[in-house]
């Protein structure tokens, strides 16, 4: 592992996202400037598109800019992986509020995320929420279009007719943007490469059949020429629905799928952390749990999120607290809830029920100098939080559900003190990978509690050797070599000796 390939591309990459690569702000003059977006994923792919010259077409995150409005150029003192963005290789979409909130707030978040997390119960079934995720996935595809039509234009005037640009569209939101593109790119012989990453799961067909429009995501995921997933599980998912709903032709082993005379090829790239800045920000950041050093402190970070399996980690640490009484006054746990897509029904629920949940918790165990959960609804800085992750005893990383899960990652990256113990759920995509973890189900709360025990007790040498491991693999397989590996997968990247990838 962690043969790293250099990052060299061959033509012009567009990437395609539901969000810009950072958020557009508001001046109280008028004017909007950048807030930086703390992400992995823009970390990696921010500096290619700047190399290679390429194009970031995404919502900027806000309904107040006009159209007409420029985007602004990166302030001189930024430092952010996207400051060497120009502005005229960001391409901003524009959806208007009403559509926004059916697309946005109704298909992708009210529908597709739940059933694709396996969750159809919290899934609303909606024709115009539905109809809204097409008209806003065209619109992106339109974006898309223009901007390739330009390029290729670019290019042949330079005689680069060869160079063949790449489109990388991530995740759920834009599964159908490629059915409009790839039929224009026919119609008008445009040429350029298709490539799709999915961040979340990949159900199993059982699931998938219960949406009305399946096989028109299906379809639009075999627009592209390359579909990528976290693991080899979801990849199976897809392969597998293609198969039995559109009836293709499949290849498990090659992770292949025929349509319409095509051949897409799927592949398991499981994204990484930038390992290097978070050992650098756990390297300077000051101790922030200074005051309770007496008290052994488990960490949760999560967006506010049912998926995350936040109410079941609760309940876990209260049986805990209920079978080992040793534990009160000794441990307490941290909690942070991201707050997230804070319009739609189910989240609001969340917060409610978590609010209730950890009132009653600490109501029933807290002591004058103690209380046993502390709750920080909010964001909190990089530096603050790779500070925590450093200092916690226990990471508690045990969603219901997750694509990956990257707080895994970035809580073995921030110890590089006395090494803690990461508690990891299996149905987590890096459940599959982070074998050295103390895996548990989350919904099992006996267990659950068994293992935040057996964390606590854990003596110093096996720690040591599980973290050792835990942090070579991740340091290793980090965000930079996912990128080349899917770069390389969609075959834009040149290879150390000048070759071509194939697809
Ligand atoms: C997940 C998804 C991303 C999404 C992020 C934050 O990681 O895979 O596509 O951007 O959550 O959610 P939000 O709805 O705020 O963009």
């Keep these: 592992i962690g043969m790293k390939k250099k990052t060299e591309i061959n033509g012009p990459l567009i990437v395609v996202s539901n969000r810009l690569p950072f958020v557009l702000q508001r001046k109280s003059d008028g004017t909007f400037v950048r807030k930086q977006s703390a992400g992995g994923l823009v970390t990696a792919v921010a500096p290619v598109v700047v190399e290679c010259k390429g194009l970031w077409i995404g919502w900027s995150g806000t309904h107040d800019l006009d159209p007409e409005t420029a985007i602004p150029e990166a302030d001189p003192s930024d430092n952010a992986p996207t400051a060497g963005l120009l502005s005229k290789q960001i391409i901003p979409v524009h959806i208007d509020r009403k559509e926004f909130e059916d697309y946005y707030n109704g298909c992708c978040n009210g529908t597709i995320w739940p059933l694709f997390h396996s969750m159809p ?102 627009a592209f020429d390359f579909v990528g997933f976290h693991i080899e599980d979801y990849c199976l998912n897809f392969i597998d629905c293609c198969c039995r709903r559109l009836g293709c032709r499949v290849d498990r082993n090659s992770m292949l799928v025929e349509l319409a005379g095509r051949t897409i090829h799927v592949k398991a790239l499981p994204i990484g952390i930038p390992f290097e800045r978070f050992v650098q920000l756990a390297q300077t950041a000051p101790e922030y749990l200074k005051d309770t050093e007496k008290v052994k402190v ?62 009653r918790i600490n109501g029933r165990f807290s002591q004058p100098n103690w209380s046993p959960i502390r709750y920080i609804y909010g964001c909190i800085s990089q530096e603050q939080l790779a500070a925590l992750y450093r200092d916690a005893a226990v990471a508690l990383v045990t969603p219901l559900r997750d694509g990956m899960n990257l707080v895994a990652k970035e809580y073995v990256a921030c110890q590089i003190r006395e090494p803690g113990v990461l508690i990891l759920s299996p149905f987590a995509g890096a459940g599959g990978m982070m074998h050295e973890a103390l895996l548990v189900n989350p919904y099992e709360l006996d267990e659950a509690a068994k293992t935040i025990h057996r964390a606590l007790a854990m003596p110093l040498d096996e720690r040591e050797l599980r973290m050792t ?33 194939p697809l």
Aim: charged residues 25%.
């Design 121 to 222: 119960d919290k899934a609303v079934f909606q024709a115009h929420t539905w109809k809204a995720y097409c008209t806003v996935n065209s619109k992106f595809a339109e974006s898309t279009l223009n901007a390739l039509r330009s390029i290729l234009a670019d290019l042949d005037k330079n005689g680069k007719t060869t160079v063949t640009p790449v489109v990388w569209i991530h995740d759920y939101q834009l599964m159908v943007a490629a059915t409009h593109i790839r039929h224009k790119c026919d119609e008008e012989n445009l040429r350029c490469r298709l490539g799709f990453f999915l961040h979340i799961p990949f159900p199993a067909w059982d699931l998938i059949r219960l949406f009305p429009w399946d096989d028109q995501i299906l379809q639009g995921m075999l």
């Design 469 to 501: 491991q835990l942090r070579h693999r991740e340091h290793c397989l980090d965000v930079n070599y996912w990128m080349s590996s899917c770069l390389s997968a969609m075959g834009a990247l040149k290879t150390e000796d000048g070759d071509v990838d």
């Design 298 to 359: 488990i960490i949760g970070v999560d967006r506010l999120d049912y998926t995350k399996g936040l109410v079941h980690r609760i309940k876990a640490f209260e049986r805990l607290l209920e079978n080992h009484p040793e534990y009160l006054e000794k441990v307490s746990l941290l909690q942070i809830s991201v707050p997230s897509r804070t319009d739609v029904q189910e989240y609001k629920q969340l917060k409610d029920e978590m609010e209730q949940l950890i009132g």
